[in-house]
Nanobody, 115 residues
Framework: QGELVESGGGLVQAGGSVRLSCVVS????????AGWDRQAPGKQRESVAR???????DYADSVKGRFTISRDNAQNTVILQMNSLKPEDTAVYYC?????????WGRGTQVTVSS
C-alpha cells in the first residue's frame, strides 16, 4: 500500500503565500501523474494542478500564474507553491498520485485565506 501525507496548510492573509508538500511513501512506483485537488465548503472537489511525466504541468484557470506544482523525485515529494492567495482559495487541499492504474489520495490539509 502507498501513503500520501500533506503538510504546509494553515491560515494566511490575502496576498500571501503558502507552500504545500506531499510526501509519497510505501509501495508506489513509477508515478505517471501527480496533482492537487481542493474542496471548499459546500462545493465540489476540483482539480487545481497536475504534473505529468516528464514534467508537463496543467492548472485550473482560477490559479494560473499564481500556483506552481513541482516534484522532488529524490525526496518523493509533490509540492504546490501558492502565491497571491485570495479568500476564494480557502479549501482543503488534497494530494494525489496516479501509478500503475491506481490512484492514491492524501487526507488533505486545510488552507484558509483571510481577507
Amino acid at each position: 500500500q502507498g501513503e500520501l501525507v500533506e503538510s504546509g496548510g494553515g491560515l494566511v492573509q490575502a496576498g500571501g503565500s503558502v507552500r504545500l508538500s506531499c510526501v509519497v511513501s510505501g509501495r508506489i512506483f513509477s508515478i505517471n501523474v501527480a496533482g492537487w485537488d481542493r474542496q471548499a465548503p459546500g462545493k465540489q472537489r476540483e482539480s487545481v494542478a497536475r504534473i505529468f511525466s516528464p514534467g508537463t504541468t496543467d492548472y485550473a484557470d482560477s490559479v494560473k500564474g499564481r500556483f506552481t506544482i513541482s516534484r522532488d523525485n529524490a525526496q518523493n515529494t509533490v509540492i504546490l507553491q501558492m502565491n497571491s492567495l485570495k479568500p476564494e482559495d480557502t479549501a482543503v487541499y488534497y494530494c494525489a498520485v496516479w501509478s500503475g492504474g491506481n490512484v492514491y489520495w492524501g487526507r488533505g490539509t486545510q488552507v484558509t485565506v483571510s481577507s
